[in-house]
């Protein structure tokens, strides 16, 4: 049955040095952003173009041999680690951009190119990428696990801007989803499918993302509020009323605390709202405007805003920091970033309910979100040599997950299953789940790819 020595000789004669089995590079593909612990494969592969892939599956299929894929591993529920051993399918050598349309608004990439290389190649065209998940992820990646980030309540997900993929199944056919068009009506959306597949169905090996106008105007606010109570409720109102922001992100005072040693900056110790409006140069003032006067009513501190460049790239470096910045406040603790996404109107009791939990059971937590979608990540940490204080942390994280779901919310907004959240799937999806297991064996029957993630069909699982 499984050979992952056959497989390993196998591949070795493809791709020569492009098969490492050293030490230090399973070492490196074997850790992840957050609490688990290491997972290491037999071997990595660095794969050049489609073909390769396919091969390369073709010989796994026939060992049995695990496949995970590998973007640049920063996704945050274990999904990119070895399990079950086995070859690792790093990405990153295949990254170029193979076409950009700008009378389409679309280009075609392959999954190894990165959000930030991608946008400094469109600098010149005007057109951009939009999903931003803070992290300078891959479009393979980010495909795979269904991201989203800042700017998705303006310009929408993955799932919105992936319009076609092509993809190496399990046994090593290579298929196509998905069209150019702006909408089709014709069958399954297999397109959609493989988004937010975690590797665990195909491998991507090209992507035709949707590209966006540069808007004329740009500009940002920051304010201040005294609760994460009112600073919320500015969000629900905004939502509500149609203001359409581009980005509208709560920062909790502890976030706020590690942004500014981290960032030398000095931002009041309170709940912030972190802005930005597109548009034209009147439209964005407007915005700006119609924000303050809702805020005016929920006790704002501070508000300031701003249409230069140079303060809007301060403010969204330090957003984006803001994970390593708290991790960087309790140097000697394990961060586990948790998400979940519940529906605008619950949003701000849900938010009330985790700070009552970290409060009761004692934790040190912070709270960041993406909170124009209704969805928030809790960094919560924990002493490495106190297994009890990671058991209290899952407790909370399942806690969170299982009122979001009691609201009609999801478990995950964004950051997906992996390993972390498989024991949440029934809880989630309760009888469709046996139809999803049963899509897992269709595509993959020998539980290859990137398997105990998402699915589980082995016995073996990490305690959760
Ligand atoms: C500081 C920080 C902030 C973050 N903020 C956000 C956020 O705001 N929003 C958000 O959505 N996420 C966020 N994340 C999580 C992470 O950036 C995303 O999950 C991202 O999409 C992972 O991309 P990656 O290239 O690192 O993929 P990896 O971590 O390498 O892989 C992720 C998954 O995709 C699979 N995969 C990778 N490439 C392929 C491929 N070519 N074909 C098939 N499967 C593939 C892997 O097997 C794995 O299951 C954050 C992470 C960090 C560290």
Known sequence: MTNIAAAITEVKALLGQRLNTSKSVCELHGQNETYFPKMLPNAVAFPHNTLEVSKVVKICEKYYCPIIPWGVGTSLEGHALALHGGITLNMSEMNN??????????????????????????????????????????????????????????????????????????????????????????????????????????????????????????????????SIDDAVNVVIMAIQLGIPMARIELIDEISIRAINQYSKLDYPEKPHLFMEFHGSITSVSGQAETILSIAKDFQVGGFKWSTKSEELNKLWAARHQAYYATKALFPNQIGMSTDICVPISKLAKAIKDTQSDLKKYNVTGSIIGHVGDGNYHTLLFCDPTDPDDLKLNKLLANRMAKRALAVGGTVTGEHGIGIGKLNLMEQEHGSSLSIMTDLKKLFDPKNIMNPGKMINLSSKQIDD
Do not use: H, W
């Open 97 to 226: 951009t193979l076409e950009v349309n700008t009378q389409d608004m679309l280009a075609v990439v392959q999954p190894g190119i990165t959000r930030e290389i991608l946008n400094k190649e469109l600098r010149s065209t005007g057109l951009f990428f939009s999903v931003d998940p803070g992290a300078n992820a891959t479009l393979g990646g980010m495909a795979a696990t269904r991201a989203s980030g800042t700017t998705s309540v303006l310009y929408g997900t993955m799932r919105e801007n992936v319009l076609a993929m092509e993809i190496v199944l399990a046994d090593g056919k290579i298929i196509r989803t998905g069209t150019r068009a702006k909408k089709s009506s014709a069958g399954y959306d297999l397109n959609k499918l493989f988004v937010g597949s975690e590797g665990t169905l195909g491998i991507i090996t090209e992507l035709t993302v949707a590209l966006k106008g540069q808007p004329e105007a740009i500009s940002a606010a920051v304010c201040d509020f005294e």
